[in-house]
């Protein structure tokens, strides 16, 4: 585009509160075949609630925990939310709070540890305990066929579930006994215009993806609630590969952009033809991005994409 020309278009999108970071960038996003969306705090508010408890067991048990520590609903969610005290994960934010509105008392973790993509481990007074997906559960040696029923249903209602284990604390060996105790399940509610944002893409031509490291069922619950083809789901994708996923699907030859939020997205947004970092996301986000939406609304990338078009035509 010219200078003039993209001056305007730059003018243009800053007013409706699209930002473009030169005008080079105007001319990339013209030339998107496809759209990659997050989907938490993207697609979704990111806003997450606790919305289930369950008791798992006592057949999971084998009996090695203590008689006090009962298998009662409150004891999981006590157990989950002490070890999810020193995360600022909403995930983890969400059963604090949800904890603390039940009347529950949490406590602070001794000892803490972040698996980014997968959950955390922490030491509790209760003992040591895992919160998170399959993945975190199973390399710790746990067998979660026994939640595998209830985990299932949860997902396909869109919920994210989430697996408990504690094993003894007493134990302070490397490899500890963990028995799975239950299952703690968080919520998210879809933007509102995320169906008009899909919609508005599928019309122009473009191909609309969901990345999440979220697991399948609930991505594709999601994926259906706002109108993406299941197939076009990419779930369980670790942070760190969710560049590598960007880049497979501009293997081959097709330019695309990648919408996304949070820390985790930076390298993705990179990786993309065009980076597009949504309002609340992080600075991180922001700054690894070509294109940021001022507003919360996905629908503005069709926005931008509007802009560009209009810009690119004027000096044709
Ligand atoms: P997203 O890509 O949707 O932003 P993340 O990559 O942060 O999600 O997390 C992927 C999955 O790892 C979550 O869906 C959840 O199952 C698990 N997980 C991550 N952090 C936590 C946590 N603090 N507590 C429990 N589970 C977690
Ligand atoms: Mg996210």
Redesign the pocket.
């Known amino acids: 585009a010219t200078p003039a020309a993209t001056m305007v278009g730059t003018a243009i999108g800053a007013r409706n509160g699209v930002l473009f970071k030169g005008g080079d960038v105007l001319e990339r996003v013209h030339e998107v075949d496809t759209v990659v969306f997050?989907?938490?705090?993207t697609l979704t508010k990111g806003e997450m609630e606790l919305t289930d408890v369950e008791v798992i067991g006592p057949a999971a048990d084998g009996g090695t925990l203590k008689p006090e520590t009962g298998r009662t609903e409150a004891f999981v969610l006590e157990v989950a939310a002490s070890a999810?005290h020193a995360?600022e994960?909403p995930?983890?934010e969400a059963?604090v709070e949800g904890a603390r509105e039940r009347g529950i008392e949490v406590e602070d973790p001794d000892e803490f540890e972040?698996?980014?993509?997968?959950?955390?481990k922490a030491t509790t007074r209760h003992g040591r305990v895992l919160?998170?997906?399959r993945?975190?559960l199973s390399e710790a040696g746990v067998d979660t066929k026994p939640a595998e029923e209830r985990m299932d249903a949860l997902e396909r209602e869109g919920k994210?579930?989430?697996l408990v284990a504690l094993a003894d604390g007493a134990n302070e060996s490397s490899d500890p006994d963990y028995r799975l105790i239950g299952i703690v399940a968080d919520a998210d509610t879809v933007k509102e215009s995320a169906k008009a944002a899909v919609s508005g893409l599928r019309e122009r031509g473009l191909g609309v993806w969901l990345?999440?490291?979220?697991?399948e069922r609930?991505a594709r619950a999601v994926a259906e609630e706002v109108g993406i083809d299941p197939d076009n789901v990419m779930a369980?994708?670790?942070?760190e590969d969710?560049a590598d996923a960007v880049d497979e699907l501009q293997s081959n030859g097709d330019q695309a952009m990648m919408v996304g939020d949070?820390v985790?997205?930076a390298p993705a947004l990179a990786a993309a033809s065009v980076g597009c970092a949504i309002g609340s996301g992080t600075d991180v986000a922001i700054e690894a991005g070509d294109v940021t939406l001022l507003r919360d609304d996905p629908a503005d990338v069709v926005k931008a994409i509007r802009v560009s078009e209009a810009t690119l035509q004027k000096i044709k």
Do not use: R
């Open positions: 997050d989907k938490t705090g999810e995360s994960h995930l983890a059963i972040n698996v980014p993509g997968q959950g955390v919160v998170g997906n993945k975190l994210t579930a989430m990345i999440t490291g979220d697991n609930t369980d994708v670790l942070p969710k949070g985790n997205d």
